[in-house]
Structure formats: structure tokens, C-alpha cells
């Protein structure tokens, strides 16, 4: 259980601006510091890469076998968008190995989806980006968005029925971000997080997880 709440809720708080490298650290509740990330952004030209690692450390790692999850993004970039091409999903540790390519078809409005060691097929819906790609192109609209306006996005990554993922701003300034999965076990299963001017997802808090109190993603300086 902590194994997901964590690798989701981290992934869950990258926004890179366009920003070569961002770190995150994530407490839950009693347990402190369970996990971090690290994420990059590559641009040569017009073509883009990003790559998020999340590693579990402590307590976590042990119960997850030292899980560690890596998220990439791999486009082009058309009149200052991120398009993505490629983007691929792993998980490690002592116990699994899983691997997801997904493959863009802007043209025809398709996704492929290869599974390790499987053929590739279609996947089930199309979005026009992927989960590291949406917080990047559409921050200036999160950010100006009229308080209690609800933002609904799509994107690969995101739920497995059709990619939702909804944001509002609430009449405090900060953000209640909800990405529609089931290991979101928490009373309104959403994320409330602070965003900085530049784009940047600053601090990001997943409220009464099962119980044992908040996970929070927070911005190392």
C-alpha cells in the first residue's frame, strides 16, 4: 500500500518549466521521509526528453523490496508545446519488473502500448500528451485560472479508463489536483498543492491516507 501512495503521489508533484533538474522529498505521516525523486529536462533544438526517478528509501524501501520507478518523456516541440512521442513507465525491485512503452499517433489519434515482453496494441483511449507532458504545457492555464473554475485534462499516465485529470483552484490560492486512480485512499482523494509563479509545484499534500496521516511532497531548495 505505501509503495503506491508514494511512487503516485511523487510523480504526481512534477512540474519542470522547462528547469534542467528539481528534487522532491516525501514524509507520510509517522513513517517521515519515505522517497524522493529527481527529475531532468533535456532540450537539443526542437527535441525534448524528461526522465523522473523515484526511489522509496527507509521503511519503504524495505517493505517494496527497494523499489524504484522511472517515468520518460521523449517528443518534439511545436510552437513552444511538448509533443510527445515515446513515453515509457518502469518499476524494479527484488520482486518485479515491469516496463510500458506507449507510442503517439497525433496524426491518426491513436496510442500504441507495448507491455515487457508482449506485442505491441492499441491502447484503449488517445491524449494528446502524457502525464509529464500536460503540467508543462498547460501551467499558464492552471495558473490563471479563476478561483473554483474545475480544469479537466486527459493524459497517458493517468487513469486507466480514459486519462482524467481535474484541477481546481481554490479560494485559498493553492491547488486541489485529483488524478482519477484507485490508489488515491484518502477521504476526497485529492492532491492540495502549492504552485510558484514560475509553474514550479512547490509542495503538494495528499490529506488522511488510510488513516495514518498526510503524505507530502515537498520541493527541496
Not at 1 to 28: E, N, R
Not at 72 to 91: A, M, R, T
Not at 178 to 183: E, H, P
Request: hydrophobic share 35%; net charge positive.
Amino acid at each position: 500500500m505505501i509503495k503506491k501512495l508514494i511512487l503516485l503521489s511523487l510523480l504526481s508533484t512534477i512540474i519542470f518549466a522547462k528547469q534542467h533538474t528539481l528534487k522532491y522529498d516525501v514524509s507520510f505521516g509517522i513513517f517521515s521521509t519515505i522517497g524522493n525523486i529527481t527529475s531532468y529536462y533535456k532540450q537539443t533544438g526542437n527535441r525534448y526528453e524528461i526522465e523522473a526517478v523515484i526511489r522509496t528509501t527507509g521503511l519503504a524501501s524495505r517493505l517494496s523490496g527497494g523499489m524504484v520507478e522511472k517515468y520518460k518523456s521523449k517528443g518534439s516541440i511545436v510552437n513552444g508545446k511538448l509533443v510527445p512521442e515515446i513515453f515509457i513507465k518502469e518499476k524494479k525491485s527484488s520482486k518485479i519488473e515491469k516496463k510500458r512503452v506507449f507510442r503517439f499517433d497525433h496524426t491518426n489519434k491513436i496510442v500504441y502500448r507495448k507491455k515487457l515482453n508482449k506485442s505491441e496494441k492499441r491502447y484503449d483511449f488517445y491524449a494528446s500528451n502524457d502525464i509529464l507532458t500536460l503540467f508543462v504545457n498547460s501551467s499558464e492555464t492552471i495558473i490563471n485560472s479563476p478561483k473554483g473554475n474545475l480544469l479537466r485534462f486527459y493524459a497517458i499516465g493517468s487513469s486507466k479508463n480514459d486519462g482524467l485529470i481535474t484541477v481546481q483552484k481554490r479560494g485559498d490560492g493553492k491547488f486541489a489536483v485529483v488524478i482519477n486512480q484507485d490508489i488515491f485512499s484518502s477521504k476526497k482523494g485529492e492532491l492540495v498543492v502549492d504552485i510558484q509563479k514560475s509553474g514550479i509545484w512547490e509542495k503538494a499534500v495528499l490529506k488522511d491516507v488510510m488513516l495514518y496521516g498526510d503524505i507530502t511532497g515537498k520541493l527541496k531548495q
